[in-house]
């Protein structure tokens, strides 16, 4: 007997019960589909999360005073003091694998022009902010390197605040703002930039010389935090290590201190956030692969039915020379053309359903092709699985009482 | 001398049902050569059918021996009996067992499509011809639900020839059928004799042993009979003599 031959048999069955086949099939239509829509938007969303945060610079990195948070445990506002304007000269001078770095410190506040006032955030930064953060001056100029060393009252402000000072639409150059009680003098506008993934305004800020905020506003003399990018995406690691010795040389810390402060990588971030991402992703697959599951039991159930039904044609055939292999192989192709033609529908099904989330709800998707091969595979499995059992009871049938069974 | 088709000697066959044992066969001996058309005839009970389920190498015997064209059927496997039921053996059953839904050219096929020997090409040939054979050249694309009775066991027949198997087993052949059409398919039997096939059948009807060559009776699981038939009668003759039911 060649598979030919049996391929023939099995389609030619299958055909004699159209709808009852569809059916079987629509199980697994509907879990592999599913499956396909859940994971494609994982990884959608999953990759929009990286490219916005790639966006941001990947090379970024973050340094912020205190020893690592554990649990709830509060530290004392000493411990948040512990990052001064001389570890940042020093990441500066001897740092080797730093692009761009510079010191944050923030104040929040109303700014106030006239009339209008607004509730925001003073960034004390430096020059090379903009290179670090990926952004640009669109109208006037950035402040000068003089700027910061002479603490000048000047800002760069972002468009939503621009517009709630101005709400008339006047060009705010050159026009003389209040942040508190403290005037400065607008020298340019920033890019707008919209909302990011955490649905943050970030054009809801206005840039600062670092030393202006420190001394004029906030009258401290340490640094809330300090940002920096790597040369390298990634060398990040190693640079990170290389501010680490920095910073504890700095920090005069004995070996068998902790680090009194803290470095973080956009990585790190990306990471951390693609993770709950990815479970996410997992718990849906998991869903979906149950509904899958169900259709491979549809299938189970279908078939069983299918082999009782049939009893008298396998009677017949095994009294016509079909062995035991033979009907066992004709009824597990019949199962594996079920769930295979039902997992190559599920996927167009699957495409299809993606399509339309992207088309209608405007989700980040992306169909990974290594999910269409899993589905593929998980079908062909679940038809010999689920196909089996029933194949084999057929196959053991004694010939002598199918052909006589009613 | 003939040859021998089918030999068996002192076949017994035991049944275990809960404590009992039932002996439907108890030591049954004959030998069929070719070209006998032998009816086996007995009441229920009487072992017939375990006798064709042995001979159709459904069955194996409990013990005795059973040869087939000169090949020990005893001590086969599944496997091989399925081989041997493809390639030496014709079965027509009662209730025809064709396959629904499906042609009666693709019902012919049906047994050489276990024969992975045969081509596609020659497996439409010969079932062609068979359906020919049998008087169906007409239907050969009618569907097994399209078809009458008679037409259905005309199908069976040409299936159970398409393998041109040593002998034909025919397991009450007429028994679902009205008279006129029995006789259309006795005929045909008949037919088949004269071109020289070997045929048994089995059935409890007495009125068919007038049209077979040699009859032999059961009971009980013993042979009470064994005759051989000098005037065989013809199925023809009394089928054009019936008349023909205008209702």
């Known amino acids: 007997m060649n598979i030919q031959n049996l391929f023939k048999i099995a389609i030619k069955a299958l055909g004699n019960n159209k709808m009852r086949c569809f059916l079987t099939m629509l199980g697994v239509i509907i879990g592999v589909g599913a499956v396909i829509a859940m994971l494609a938007i994982g990884q959608g969303s999953k990759n929009s999360i990286k490219a916005q945060i790639s966006e941001m610079g990947s090379n970024m990195i973050m340094i912020m005073p205190g020893a690592e948070r554990r649990g709830g445990v509060r530290q004392s506002s000493d411990d948040m003091q512990t990052l001064k304007p001389a570890d940042y000269e020093a990441i500066v001078s001897q740092a080797t694998g730093i692009a761009h770095i510079t010191p944050t410190v923030s104040s929040s506040g109303q700014w106030v022009n006239g009339n209008n006032n607004y509730p925001s955030q003073a960034q004390g930064v430096n020059t090379q902010y903009l290179d670090i953060r990926q952004r640009k001056v669109a109208e006037g100029e950035m402040f000068t390197e003089a700027d910061v060393k002479t603490a000048a009252k000047v800002c760069i402000l972002g468009k939503t605040l621009v517009d709630n000072l101005f709400p008339d639409g006047s060009d705010p150059i050159g026009k003389v703002v209040r942040f508190g009680s403290i005037p400065l003098t607008v020298i340019g506008v920033l890019d707008e930039k919209g909302y990011n993934t955490m649905g943050q305004d970030q054009d809801d800020l206005a840039l600062v010389p670092y030393t202006t905020v420190m001394k004029r506003m906030l009258a401290i003399d340490y640094l809330q935090g300090i940002q920096a990018s790597a040369i390298d995406e990634n060398r990040t690691e190693e640079t990170i290590e290389e501010i680490t010795d920095i910073l504890r040389t700095q920090h005069k810390l004995r070996e068998d201190q902790e680090d009194n402060f803290t470095i973080r990588s956009m990585q790190e971030l990306a990471q951390m956030i693609s993770s709950t991402s990815s479970m996410m992703t997992v718990l849906l697959a998991c869903v979906a692969g149950i509904s899958l599951l169900v259709g491979g039991i549809g299938i189970m159930n279908i078939m069983i039915v299918s082999v009782t039904e049939r009893t008298r044609e396998i009677g017949l055939r095994m009294s016509i020379g079909a062995t035991g292999k033979d009907i066992m192989t004709q009824f597990l192709i019949e199962a594996i053309i079920i769930s295979v033609t039902g997992g190559i529908l599920g996927i167009l099904t699957g495409a299809i359903a993606t399509w339309m989330i992207k088309l209608f709800a405007h989700w980040p998707v992306q169909i990974d092709p290594s999910s269409v091969i899993l589905s593929f595979v998980v079908c062909t499995a679940i038809g010999i699985i689920f196909g089996f059992y029933p194949a084999a009871k057929a196959s053991n049938l004694d010939p002598i009482e199918a052909i006589r069974y009613e | ?247």
Do not use: W
């Open chain 2, 1 to 247: 001398m003939a040859k021998e088709i089918i030999k068996i000697e002192n076949l017994k066959r035991y049944f275990k049902v809960g404590d009992e044992t039932v002996k439907a066969l108890r030591g049954v001996s004959f030998t069929i050569y070719e070209g006998e058309f032998v009816t086996i005839m007995g009441t229920s009970g009487s072992g017939k059918s375990t006798l064709l389920n042995t001979l159709g190498c459904l069955d194996t015997p409990t013990s005795g021996e059973y040869y087939l064209d000169g090949i020990a059927v005893k001590g086969m496997g599944k496997n091989e009996r399925a081989r041997i039921r493809n390639r030496k053996i014709g079965f027509i059953f009662q209730n025809y067992n064709l396959l629904p839904k499906t042609t009666a050219l693709e019902n012919v096929e049906l047994p050489l499509l276990y024969n992975s020997s045969v081509s596609a090409k020659e497996r439409s040939e010969r079932a062609e011809k068979c359906l020919r054979e049998v008087g169906l050249g007409e239907r050969l694309f009618h569907k097994s639900n399209q078809m009458s009775g008679g037409q259905q066991q005309r199908v069976a027949i040409a299936r159970a020839l398409v393998n041109n198997p040593v002998i034909i087993l025919a397991d009450e052949a007429t028994g679902n059928l009205d008279t006129r059409t029995s006789f259309s398919i006795l005929t045909l039997f008949q037919r088949l004799y004269k071109e020289g096939k070997t045929i048994i059948f089995v059935t409890h009807n007495p009125e068919i042993a007038l049209y077979s060559s040699r009859n032999i009776m059961l009971r009980d699981g013993h042979i009470v009979s064994d005759e051989y038939n000098s005037d065989i009668k013809s199925a023809e003759e009394v089928y054009r003599n019936l008349p023909e039911e205008n209702d």
